[in-house]
């Protein structure tokens, strides 16, 4: 009569180092990304909260001044950049151009700000463990618009500033 084998008995002797290194690289490749992925994502609330503070200041300034659009212009993208560039992304500061502010230029009623972090705009959101991969970063690019409205009960302006979510 034959004797039974326990399955760990019949397994090459060594494998199971062999296969703790292999699973202990795909672990480490697993956290890498997780850790990368946790950056990238916190870069991106980060610039959520630049864009809709600097499109809320812009469209503050177009309903302060709604009676001289050419006025009420020119305060907004200013104050849109300003705020914007008071804040920080990854504890860098943010860049916001003229070309990332965009107003209504019919009604004067929206602001519309873009925050990136690009080659251009401070530098790339950092790769920490996919630059093993050969990846330098990741740009990332947030878009913000606020809108006002008078109070159809007391024709006051800016009762109502809204960031639609894009």
């Given at each position: 009569m034959k004797a039974i084998k326990h399955p760990i008995e019949s397994m090459p002797r060594g494998s199971i180092l062999t296969l703790t290194a292999v699973?202990?690289?795909a672990f480490f490749g697993l956290a890498a990304l997780a850790v990368d992925i946790g950056v990238i994502a916190t870069a991106r609330a980060q610039l959520e909260t630049v864009a809709d503070a600097a499109a809320l200041a812009g469209a503050?300034?177009?309903a302060i001044n709604s009676s001289d659009p050419t006025v009420a212009q020119a305060q907004a993208?200013?104050?849109a950049i300003a705020i914007g560039q008071a804040n920080f992304v990854l504890n860098q500061p943010v860049v916001i151009n003229d070309t990332d502010v965009q107003?209504?230029?019919q009604n004067f009623?929206?602001?519309?700000?873009?925050?990136t972090r690009s080659g251009d705009h401070v530098g790339l959101v950092p790769a920490f463990f996919s630059s093993l991969l050969g990846?330098?970063?990741f740009p990332i690019s947030v878009s913000s618009t606020a809108m006002w409205s008078l109070n159809p009960n007391t024709s006051q302006p800016f009762t109502m500033l809204t960031v639609p979510d894009q």
């Open positions: 699973l202990l690289f503050m300034q177009l993208q200013a104050q107003i209504d230029s009623k929206w602001v519309k700000v873009t925050a990846y330098s970063g």
